[in-house]
């Protein structure tokens, strides 16, 4: 795809929001603005039009009674475009929802966020200002996003960076100037005849080769399967990678509820192989009550890692470690240690962050945390013989731990992501150590994470490490990932712009945010 489609990054999303208690007496008169103009507000670079509704097919991604997504069918009474987002206003609810165009010869249109009114989506259309940066640091936003994103990747050089969305779409972004660019769109590679679709992983391999994994939901199928495509690309256009081609491809039962974690962080190794999260399908072995899915639990496939070598062309899975509800980030220190965070069950145990060795088991679904009790009744009893490594203690005083009283690790519901290590490039008090991101929680729950913490992993009293943890930066609007790019750089992906819990209902996409040292 050639330069010449690059866009302003505030044309994507907007710079900000023109909405308050002058719009409200507007909408007292009779020349009150229209939802054209008021959206306008939110996407002043980017020309606004009203499309026809009835040319147009819309459906909306939502929880189903045993909390899967589902598509449904919605009627519009009104359709906007601004770029690639689209707005809609259904017929009978006054529901505004935010999507856009996946199939444009006919007309269809997918939303993944709702709001009860117009009012309500501009409202959270708002981005929060940027939290000030400890001394040392500086923080600015690079690019807002047209689609949510989950992964960050680069060649390490910080001259440009790839921004995975969760429908497959790939996005170059250049820090150093406010450009940003479509480079793969999700349609033209992955498989129309699949459902519900879902990318957490990406990385950029030594040769310049994006690998990209995709879950997608096969619907056909009894029961229902999770069909998972490692891509890598096959080409350069532009000096961007191009094409991607299936590289290996997996199955196994879709999760139960909303628990399919899927396949998700790809990272090389300090041995050149690619190590892939292949999170749990269920949320902690439940057999479900619906009969489309699978009630068998997990698979020899799942809650798991694994170690891939990418000079084979059919590559052959190899299990590496075990236990693992959804180890979403993993790094390498400078001793070759892989370090990981891995995120807990509904119910209240702590979140966890391991040292992963090859072979070793880290308890799940047969226990969670360093808890002996279990969180649930049919929680299943470890197979005779098998043995557990426990989870980094954490002595704080953030992320949950406090002096004197270790947690293993991080607050229950916080959400763990994205992980990095910090090389000479960072000042003193922080080479050495880690930045931790949390996503924070979605349940019902007080609010937790919501940021950036950082760690330093010492040895304790009986030789293994602890997890000294200040935070670092607060709030952070769903973090998803963190990534090093450049000298004392570190990337933030916010995946929305909630800096509270309002669950997944009423979340726009996020931007990128830049931390650098100075």
């Not at 165009?101 to 269809?108: A, H, M």
Request: aromatic letters at 10%.
């Amino acid at each position: 795809m050639s330069r010449r489609s690059m866009v302003p990054c505030a044309a994507l999303l907007g710079i900000g929001l023109l909405f308050g208690a002058a719009a409200d007496e507007g909408e007292k008169k009779d020349k009150a603005p229209g939802p054209l103009a008021r959206l306008q507000a939110v996407s002043p670079s980017v020309p606004g039009k009203r499309l026809g509704a009835a040319d147009h097919k819309v459906f909306e991604w939502a929880l189903g009674p045993m909390r899967q997504r589902e598509r449904k069918a919605i009627r519009a009474s009104a359709l906007f475009s601004f770029g690639p987002i689209y707005y809609v206003e259904e017929e009978k609810t006054g529901r505004w929802l935010v999507g856009r165009l996946v199939s444009p010869k006919q007309g269809i249109v997918e939303c993944e966020s709702s709001f009860p009114s117009l009012r309500a989506l501009l409202e959270a259309s708002a981005f929060a200002p940027l939290p000030k940066p400890p001394a040392g640091f500086t923080v600015r936003e690079v690019a807002r996003l047209a689609n949510f994103p989950t992964r960050l990747a680069s060649d390490g050089t910080g001259r440009a960076l790839y921004v995975l969305c969760v429908n497959g779409d790939v996005w170059r972004v250049e820090p150093g100037r406010a450009t940003i660019e479509p480079i793969l769109r999700g349609e033209d590679y992955l498989d129309s005849a699949w459902g519900d679709r879902l990318l957490m992983g990406m990385t950029l391999g030594a040769k310049g080769r994006l690998y990209l994994v995709a879950n997608q939901r096969d619907e056909k199928a009894r029961p229902m399967m999770n069909r998972v495509t490692i891509f890598r690309t096959t080409r350069m256009v532009d000096g961007d990678p191009a094409t991607p081609k299936a590289w290996l491809k997996a199955s196994y039962p879709w999760g139960i509820g909303p628990f399919n974690h899927g396949v998700g962080h790809l990272a090389f190794g300090p041995d050149g192989h690619l190590y892939v999260n292949s999170g749990s399908r269920t949320d902690g072995n439940e057999p479900g009550k619906d009969d489309r899915y699978s009630k068998a639990g997990e698979t020899p496939l799942t809650a798991c890692i694994w170690r891939l070598d990418p000079r084979m062309e059919k590559p052959k899975v190899e299990v590496y470690a075990r236990g693992l509800r959804n180890a979403y980030g993993f790094c390498w220190n400078e001793r070759g240690e892989m370090i990981a965070t891995d995120n807990g069950p509904d119910a209240d145990p702590a979140e966890e962050l391991n040292l992963i060795r090859k072979g070793e088991h880290y308890g799940f679904p047969y226990r969670f945390s360093n808890e002996d009790k279990k969180p649930y009744r049919h929680t299943p009893a470890a197979p005779p013989g098998l043995t557990f490594v426990d989870p980094i203690p954490n002595v704080g005083p953030a992320g949950g731990g406090r002096p004197g009283k270790p947690l293993s690790t991080f607050d229950p519901h916080s959400s763990p992501s994205g992980i990095v290590y910090l090389r000479d490039d960072f000042p003193a008090p922080y080479r050495g150590g880690y930045f931790v991101a949390r996503f924070g929680n979605l349940l019902d729950k007080p609010r937790v994470g919501f940021d950036v913490l950082h760690l330093s992993l010492k040895r304790g009293p009986k030789g293994g490490y602890e997890a000294h943890t200040r935070t670092f930066l607060s709030p952070v609007a769903r973090p998803v990932d963190l990534h090093l790019s450049g000298k004392g750089k570190v990337y933030v992906c916010e995946y929305s712009r909630q800096i509270e819990n309002k669950g997944y209902a009423g979340m726009l996409p996020g931007r990128i945010v830049e931390l650098a040292a100075k």
